[in-house]
């Protein structure tokens, strides 16, 4: 039973405190917004990607399924960049391609490559959290680190559980309906009214369980103690700050490099793109 | 209320009970009638007490009494007094109360909320406070004590529903408490995992640590180790309480009316007598059957009436190497061939995901089949239309609420009727006669989500025979239902057989196999392992086994009989047992 994206191997990845690899979408997201150019965010997919690959053990197969709904994004993106792209006065409009009334051109390229290199950068380093974070332990981080409020976690790792349950819920609801002759497809008014149809069963099941598990976990004592004891520590250990200082040193070093070549320029947000010779 | 005939056989002793429950009265908020009314009892340490009642009567309110979820953690009021091992309930905090009452509740799926199984233990021992370092080794002797140590570290979505009950216990033994309550723990698991979990019990109690409460209605495996019956009414009024074998005779009449399942030999016993069988000792379990019944074996008849077999008749449903796989899932059904024939009592057996509502689903169109792979009444599936096939087949799910469409009963009965275009004068008729078949004319009006477990169940199996179907599938039609309304639905289903329709019940329940079915297949794994008739299926414990069965009350009763009389044929229902034992009426 496969929920989410989330893929267990155990890895050294999967043992990182949960809110390490949550914090690092923040600055990747940051120099990723302030950086336009193809090689920075091409180099920060690349980490985050073989990231994966390696430390997270996660199979390749796995991690195209996963990269997948990116690709329609992508395309769309690229596609709609390229094609309305405003030449700068300092360009010379080199015309690559002509589709009817578009004109597509290599600084416009470049350009719609870049952003969407950064937007797969930014994806990718979520991807790093959520294909080796189980959301239970996401939670439980939240709890131990950040002083969640003890039902209100628990609260979320318990409906969680559900989740698979409902899916297979609503498959029987489905079923249910069409035995006894309710069409599937329907105009306009039909399907809401279906959907209102299958919303009342799973509402009813869904409280009642709830229900149940609220009283399960006062049973055994959830918050009747102010201060409650945890058997699994997540804690930063040493694998959390030796993968903190390698993100750091990757993107220090690939900061120096931009600045090296002489490029403080492409820190730019308001002013678009120059070309690279 | 206690006549001092049926005072107590279990344990005494003379220091202050396990559990002393004075005038107690709960009401919720928003209800009209309070769910229990002035119940007094105790429990004295160490005995086991098993708590029976109609459905609605309290028993799951007198659970979280007893561990103090109400008053603290539930907003109803209570009066009288409850105190468990010397504390008042209501002067001590939960905290406390849960070190020392533990409760397991009825859904496997609704009591866990981290990943694995030595957290979920955990979990209560965080809530207490207790240093991290004894947990280990308080984690190891609870998992120990119920057979689980060996998956400490499993992923609890991996574990099957025996298993998760039996964690349940393990997290509220670790917490250490004198007292458990068990709330129906055998409800959602089959009939193997069930006595798995009766098995622990008995060493549990074998141990002789805990006090324990069970609400329960699967009773032949647990009468061993009852001390104590509580018999509660429908008014949440507690009417008796004594020995079992004493409070089933004395209330027998009771125990009829409020459709309170008892154990089944006992109530072949009750039969057995009526029909003139001399019943010395009213037995409760299969042992005890065995040797009441051993005597009466001199007279017992050695020469099976014959049973003739139903003329051949044309194949209600015919499956040809049917296979089918889910689009995200695994392979649901391989190569599956069957014959049901026409106006039979069918039932379809075998462990959970082993592919049985998958077939049904096939049946009745919902899933469609390959062209030549389902034949329903000598026609392919396929060449049946949309508005045609749910004139011939009808499928009653398991869950009634999700097949509910309309928001009267009467219209819900109506509702197919109605998609079939009959006349609203004759629509009328057939759905008020549905009605009082059913013991639903009452509740005409009502929502249909609003009813009880029973009737809601009846209100499904009213729906789909008020169409008159050639076929009709029920998925656990059984499940979780008092004596009164499976004893109805079975009523009317031997009706369906009877005037030629065909009835496939998907089913863990033996017994309802045993005693209406006359053919059955087992499915393990999406393949046909057997198919065959009852008796061949009742008699083989490796197919059993392999369909998560174990063999019912009166199948074991009727071999160990066997050993004391050659010749004597399987018995297996309550009729068996009266023609063989001369009693025939």
Redesign the interface.
Known sequence: MSQGVYVETGSSLHRLNPLTKFVLVIPTTLILTLVVDIAVPALFSLFFLLALLTLGRVPASRLGRALLPFLPVGIGLLWTTAAFYQTRMAETPTVALELGPFQLTWPGIVYAVSIVLRVLAIYASSLLFLLTTHPTDFVLALVQQCRLPVRLGYGVMAAYRFVPLLSAELAQIRAAHRVRGVPEGGGLLAAPRRLLGYAIPLLASGIRRAQQVAVAMDARALGAQPRRTFYRRLRFSRSDLAFLLAYASFTVIVLTLLVWMGLPARLDVFSGPTMRR | MLSPSLASAGPRSSCEPAIRVEGLTVKYPGRKRPALVRVSFSVQPGELVLVLGPSGCGKSTLA?CL?G?IP???AATMEGRVRVVGLDTRQV???RL??KV??V?Q?P???????TV??EV???????????DE?PGR?AAALELIGLAELRERRI?RLSGGQKQRLALA??LA?GPEILVLDEPTAHLDPQAAAELFATLARLKAAGRHTIVVIEHRLDDLMPLVDRVLLFGPEGRLLAEGAPRELFAAYRQELDRFGIWIPQVTELAFRLAEAGVEIDRLPLTVEEAAETLAPRLGRARRHWPHMVDPPERQPAVEVRRLSYRYPSGPQALREVSLLIPEGSFFALVGPNGAGKSTLA?HL?G?LEPPPEAVWLLGRPLRAYG??EL?RVA??V?Q?P?????TSTVHDEVA??LR?QGIADREVETRVRAALEEFGLAALALAHP?TLSQGEKRRLSVA?ALVLRPRLLILDEPTFGQDRRTTALIMTRLRELVRSGGTVVAITHDLRLVAEEASAASVLVAGRVAFAGPVAELLGSAPLLRQAGLVPPPLVRLGRRLAEWADGLPPLSTVEHYLVALGAER
Do not use: K
Request: aromatic share 14%; hydrophobic share 50%; proline share 7%.
């Open positions: 979280l561990n979820v603290h953690a539930i905090p939960l905290s849960s070190e533990g409760v509740f859904d799926e609704a009591q866990f909320c981290l990943l030595e957290e955990a979990f209560g021992l965080e809530n207490l406070g207790v240093p991290p947990m984690i979505d997290c509220v917490m689903l009745v919902v949309r508005q749910p009808s499928y799910f869950n609420e999700h097949q509910f469409l509702f197919g998609a989500f729906t």
